[in-house]
């Protein structure tokens, strides 16, 4: 199974289902996803994206669309897993990578 990540860069949380798993896209966080889930939920791969951003809610006629289709693009889809990132779930929880030198115990000298 191929995986894309997505970083969602809007400046607002959004959450989507797809095949009744629920994804939470945080602001500036990065979630892996399968392909074909970031094909349904954003278009990935696709060249007519109208018809996400009318299920997505964005847009609701022809006036809304460039709004609809510019919040899509704030949406970053890559294939490569982005460096020094947080990265969630597929479930949309998100375990930070650990400080270096966090969870070291330290020597006391007994009195």
Sequence with gaps: MSVV???NRSGTDHADS???VRYEFRRDRVVELPTHVATELFGYGQRDKEQF???L???KDSNDMPQALQRLD???ISEEQPKDRYLASAVGEVT???DAGRGRKAAYKAA
């Design 18 to 20: 797809y095949g009744g």
């Design 96 to 98: 930070p990578f650990p």
């Design 5 to 7: 990540y997505v970083i």
């Design 53 to 55: 951003v009318v299920r």
């Design 57 to 59: 809610g964005w847009s």
């Design 74 to 76: 704030q949406f970053h």
